[in-house]
């Protein structure tokens, strides 16, 4: 299939996300994959596994901060029936993935298993036996909630709410912890003369910010924010990161001007 097929493809099945009130970092850039058959993922820890005749669509949504750390990716996977109907969609959320639409786990589930997502496992899903599972109809794009500051996927935003404390304390005194986040790139972006990790926290202390919890900011990549394949997105992204340090080093608030494309 033609990548313009796939650019079709991955504009049609993205879901609405929806932020916080006082977020300060919006996503900048999002790189899709469509998997027609089992593959791994290229950017997240996971097998892609389409069901007969269907597809999988993986989103890469790049922010170039978190509270917490530079540089962040979050990951949406919308499956694809071979009719064309959308299933499922399933979201990242602090290093797990968890299912979001038309039925989601319990919250108790998902905090237990990223409490112990390295004996229990990277997922939280629900099976889809029940036939009312698939007999949702969506009115327009399905939406996401993004968690104040850290950005892990929700269903709901009330999540974030029955975690208040938790998330309040991400944003406030835990600002800047993480430094230069590694990610899929390891201890490539950390090239440099200065330390990025002391540059990085200093900048995101000056970030820190009570959540409103309420989700009144809302992105349909593609629309707001370009939608482009995974592969130039992994390309664009230590360019960005590259111009952050440097200005940051140079004392700079903001880079000149930051690459959107390779």
Known sequence: MKTGKQAQLAQESVPLLCFDNREPFLPVLVGYTVAFSRQASPSFKRELTPRPGGMIIEYAIYWDWEIGHHYDLEHLWVYR??????ELVEGSAHGIYLSLWPAAPELEQVEYTIRNKDQA?????????????????????ITVYAEPGKHAFAPRPD??????????SSCTSRAGQGGLSRGVFGDRLRAGEQDRDV?????????????????????WPGRDLPLLPWEELYKIIPKRVDCWMAALAKGQRQPDNLPNSS
């Open 159 to 168: 999540w974030f709410i029955a975690r208040k404390e938790e998330v309040m």
């Open 81 to 86: 029936s071979a009719a064309g109907q959308i």
């Open 199 to 219: 540059l990085a926290q200093k900048y995101l202390k000056e970030y820190s910010f009570i959540p409103s919890f309420q989700f009144g900011l809302s992105i």
């Open 121 to 141: 496992g990277r997922a939280c899903l629900v099976e889809d036996n029940d036939p009312t599972f698939r007999q949702v109809q969506q009115a327009g794009p």
